[in-house]
């Protein structure tokens, strides 16, 4: 009979961590560790699948092939381990969970929370509302979601802090550099990134015009796929399709944005863990993207 190896489920969270965190030292930070006790741990994780998992260039840790392999697995067993631990301390998780999600996010990201969450929380109903910030944020303020995912706002303040990612310039060509009036394809005002667009412009003295104005992001990217425009978005809402413009030389760098939950005074536990699978999906996207880009 074949010897049986049983990895430790601690080792693959070690693992992910050194790998999400992109280092040794912030491992150890979000574990509560020392830098020795990560470095342990990892060593131990390859002696018991005698492979090297990770190697240490000039600029950072890269992962063989090996442990490539391993990530893919170790994110599956982890979410397992996690959502067993969650349906059997939480038996009675049961009832109606109202969200509202920023539709830029929704493309991206939901469609595997979901899943998540479902399997998990088998018996917990949904409902999801997506839409821009300012449309959301009069049914939060009346008690119709029981979370909110959405940057600030005027009126949307004192969230929890979940991820902060980079605004790009966009569109479906050179739509910067020829140095005439910019045509904007943007979401309505008070919309940040038409903000930021504008303001950015206004700096240059570059005239501008706003040439398609949508209410949701999908209309936005058909309306870049069209050629009508350049607009700034996040990352996470840049489709494969749409390139990432470059500005030209004296633009200012573009502010990040800051995706918040939004939570009523009262404590809601399926809340906090629907938050808790986002905060892991928004942070693996992150780091394929980079990978991606890389």
């Known amino acids: 009979m074949n010897e049986v190896t049983n990895v430790d489920a601690t080792l ?38 005698d492979t090297r998992l990770l190697v240490r260039t000039s600029r950072r840790l890269e992962l063989t092939g090996e442990g490539e392999l391993l990530l893919g697995y170790a994110r599956r067993i982890l979410d397992l381990n996690d959502e067993l631990v969650g349906r059997l301390k939480n038996p009675d998780l049961t009832g ?17 929370i979901l899943k998540r969450f479902r399997t998990a929380f088998p018996k917990m109903r949904m409902q999801i509302l997506t839409g821009l910030g300012q449309t959301l944020t009069p049914a939060f303020d009346r ?21 902060e ?5 966009t569109g479906s060509g050179d739509g910067l550099s020829d140095g005439g009036t910019i045509s904007l394809v943007t979401l309505p005002l008070p919309c940040r990134f038409r903000r930021a667009a504008i303001d950015a412009l206004e700096r240059q003295n570059r005239p501008w015009t706003v040439s398609l104005q949508s209410e949701s992001i999908s209309g936005v990217h058909e309306g870049l796929r069209a050629g009508l425009g350049v607009s700034v978005l996040p990352v996470s809402a840049v489709p494969d399709d749409l390139e990432r413009l470059d500005p030209p030389a004296g633009f200012d760098a573009l502010p990040s944005m800051e995706l918040h939950a939004f939570s009523p005074k009262r404590r809601n536990r399926a ?10 999906e928004l942070l693996e996207s992150s780091i394929m993207r980079r990978r991606l880009a890389a």
């Open 271 to 280: 809340a906090d863990i629907f938050v808790e699978f986002l905060t892991e």
């Open 165 to 169: 990612e980079d605004l790009v310039w």
């Open 96 to 112: 109606l969970l109202r969200i509202g999600v920023a539709d830029y996010l929704a493309p991206i990201s939901l469609g595997r």
């Open 12 to 49: 693959l969270r070690c693992f992910v961590a050194v790998i999400d965190s992109g280092g040794f030292t912030s491992a150890a930070e979000r574990l509560g560790l020392t830098q020795s006790g990560v470095s342990v741990r990892m060593r131990r994780l390859e002696e018991e699948l």
């Open 143 to 163: 008690g119709d979601l029981d979370l909110l995912i959405a940057g600030e706002g005027e009126t949307l303040t004192d969230g929890q802090p979940l991820f």
